[in-house]
């Protein structure tokens, strides 16, 4: 196993799948693909074998974070209505070859108007008028000794006030109300006090703040700006714990457990007692 990076530190340039297929750090979706509902051995299946095939359900994001980042692949608009045609496809597996994103014109379309309607938002256009788009944070874990790496998507230059760390995301909804789920199901709240925990280790901030950037992905593409309660972060930084220990255990044992060897005893959830109870009643 080699290290991407043996030194804590910040670093720029570290090409996107390079830092993706780093086996020498841990970073915070490896910490949340050791914990259930994943386990250690599907954290190691995936470790070793990274993940090839571009899914083009995944382009439009990544597009997106390009145009609104300023960092990322090209993009390259296709000419076609769908990827139904051998056509489409073959030109569509050539900008992939080529390490770029293809996108149908209604989605280059789309991306773009995202990417204005982001300008449109005076608070998020002011969370990314200046700084640095998805530098590489790595630092050791004091405890255990393991190296830790994040990568945010924004870090604003530096000045005399509060650092804020952004994050954008899209999503189908960019409705408030409805983050909190999307954070408890994605481990939101792990990524949050993973980087806060990165840039205070790495002395950039006492005490950063976090934020999310929402944008709805379909028009109008409304845009908000979230920020987890205290007790969402003290969550997620107590899970981040749990899996940098288990990390660090099943490193020094050679030993990546799966969901053991034991049968498991399983309960049904109770709205199917309540179902069958109801069904029950009315024969």
């Known amino acids: ?19 993706h297929a780093d086996r ?18 599907q954290f190691k299946w995936e470790r070793d074998n990274p993940r090839t095939e571009t899914k083009d359900y995944f382009d439009l994001g990544h597009a997106a974070h390009t145009l609104v980042l300023g960092e990322g692949a090209e993009i390259v608009e296709l000419e076609f209505d769908a990827w139904t045609t051998k056509a489409s496809k073959e030109a569509r597996d050539k900008v992939w070859a080529e390490g770029k994103t293809p996108l149908l014109s209604k989605d280059f379309r789309k991306v773009h108007e995202m990417a204005a309607a982001i ?22 874990d004091v405890e255990t000794g393991v190296m830790l790496r994040a990568r945010p998507d ?14 954008y995301k899209t999503a189908a909804s960019s409705d408030p109300s409805k983050f909190g789920k999307s954070a408890g199901d994605f481990g939101y709240h792990q ?7 990165a840039a205070i280790a790495l002395g950039l901030d006492d005490d950063p703040a976090f934020v999310f950037v929402v944008q ?15 007790d969402a972060v003290n969550l997620g930084r107590r899970l981040n714990r749990a899996a940098i220990d288990l ?5 020094a044992n050679n030993h990546w457990p799966g969901w053991g060897d034991e049968p ?13 109870e109801e069904i029950l009643s009315n024969v």
């Open 216 to 230: 709805q992905k379909e028009a109008p593409y409304t845009v908000s700006i979230v920020e987890l309660d205290r």
């Open 119 to 140: 300008k449109q938002h005076p608070l998020a256009e002011a969370l990314f008028s200046s700084g640095v788009a998805e530098r590489s944070l790595y630092y050791r």
């Open 1 to 19: 196993m080699s290290d991407l990076v043996e030194q804590p530190g910040q670093y720029d340039g570290i090409p996107d799948s390079e830092y």
């Open 154 to 167: 924004w870090l604003p230059t530096q000045g005399r006030g509060r650092l804020i760390i952004t994050d």
């Open 191 to 197: 990524q949050d006090a993973w980087y806060r925990d």
């Open 264 to 276: 498991h005893l399983v309960s049904l959830p109770s709205y199917v007692h309540y179902k069958a």
């Open 24 to 41: 020498g750090s841990l970073s915070s979706s490896g910490a949340r693909k050791l914990l259930p509902p994943s386990t250690p051995f």
């Open 247 to 251: 990390y660090a255990k099943c490193e």
